[in-house]
T-cell receptor, first 115, second 119 residues
Framework: SQTIHQWPATLVQPVGSPLSLECTVE??????LYWYRQAAGRGLQLLFY??????ISSEVPQNLSASRPQDRQFILSSKKLLLSDSGFYLC??????????????FGEGSRLTVL | AQKITQTQPGMFVQEKEAVTLDCTYD???????LFWYKQPSSGEMIFLIY??????QNATEGRYSLNFQKARKSANLVISASQLGDSAMYFC????????????????FGQGTELSVKP
């Protein structure tokens, strides 16, 4: 099965501290990977996506960065967290196979609270 | 301009009744895909249903159907025979561009509708 693991599941960090959220994918090779953020009571905002190792596209300017050191690993980072970085971070992968409809499959998310 | 608009922040429905969740979209691309996701309180995003812009018939998946009105640019989700487990946030999303040979493209999400099913 194609599974997405995210950790940590929850994180409480002080303002100005660094951040590293990790996403790993099983059961598929060379997936498109995505980081979305969901603020409380809001929709999902695309932060970054990656079509391959070392290839990162940023959707919005912000305090965060992403890296893809391995085919099935996608990392979201920050050097200094801001209060506005609080939210629910979801990693997603694209579907594979010819003529797929393009739905994304999501991990269970990482809930970040910055104090 | 908003690409995906969900005008109902919250909805209530009686158990076993049908409910329609509204979604309108904005794109100039002739090829696109429309999706609905369910997000329970646990936070996971569950894919429900897909409609392609060239699909001739409205999509259906079990109790879920998509009322696709292309000229009006609307893609409303209809849930028939509501169940208590249907209580959740529901998100409409769009992918601009045609079907993807590789592995999917970016999805743009609406702000969501919180559905509460009353016993």
């Amino acid at each position: 099965s194609q599974t997405i693991h995210q950790w940590p599941a929850t994180l409480v960090q002080p303002v100005g501290s660094p951040l590293s959220l990790e996403c790993t994918v099983e059961g598929t090779s060379n997936p498109n990977l995505y980081w979305y953020r969901q603020a409380a009571g809001r929709g999902l905002q695309l932060l970054f996506y990656s079509v391959g190792i070392g290839q990162i596209s940023s959707e919005v300017p912000q305090n965060l960065s992403a890296s893809r050191p391995q085919d099935r690993q996608f990392i979201l980072s920050s050097k200094k967290l801001l209060l506005s970085d609080s939210g629910f971070y979801l990693c997603a992968r694209g579907t594979s196979g010819r003529r797929n409809t393009g739905e994304l499959f999501f991990g269970e998310g990482s809930r970040l609270t910055v104090l | 301009a908003q690409k995906i608009t969900q005008t109902q922040p919250g909805m209530f429905v009686q158990e076993k009744e049908a409910v329609t969740l509204d979604c309108t979209y904005d794109t100039s691309d002739p090829s696109y895909g429309l999706f609905w996701y369910k997000q329970p309180s646990s936070g996971e995003m569950i894919f429900l249903i897909y409609q392609g812009s060239y699909d001739q018939q409205n999509a259906t998946e079990g109790r879920y159907s998509l009322n696709f009105q292309k000229a009006r640019k609307s893609a409303n989700l209809v849930i028939s025979a509501s169940q208590l487990g249907d209580s959740a946030m529901y998100f409409c999303a769009m992918r601009e561009g045609g079907w993807i040979y590789n592995q999917g493209g970016k999805l743009i999400f609406g702000q969501g509708t919180e559905l509460s099913v009353k016993p």
